[in-house]
């Protein structure tokens, strides 16, 4: 049963995750760019002098990455605490 769980909970998870892309960021280049700003690290965003850019971006895709896993992880919970 739980193979199916964890199935049905990265359905979701996917499903939610597409759905977030498009509201969150505007493009796949979008996309990147966020994940470049992540992977810097801050004190080069500051020298450079887009330090509120690498954070606003970084904000970005960590809330894209938390509500995706969290989709999924609370769907998880919920069919094993109900059925499980």
């Known amino acids: 049963m739980t193979i199916l769980f ?11 995750g597409r759905f977030l892309f498009g509201i969150i960021f505007t493009d796949s280049e979008d ?11 801050d004190i080069f965003s500051l020298f450079r002098g ?3 850019e690498d954070m606003g971006k970084s ?3 960590s809330a894209f990455i938390l509500a995706t896993a969290g989709s999924g992880g ?11």
């Open 6 to 16: 964890v199935g049905v909970a990265l359905i979701v998870a996917l499903f939610v």
């Open 59 to 61: 904000f970005r895709l």
């Open 31 to 41: 996309f990147w760019d966020c994940v470049g700003f992540a992977l810097t690290p």
């Open 50 to 52: 887009q330090y509120l």
């Open 74 to 84: 609370l769907v998880y919970w919920g069919l094993t605490t109900l059925i499980g």
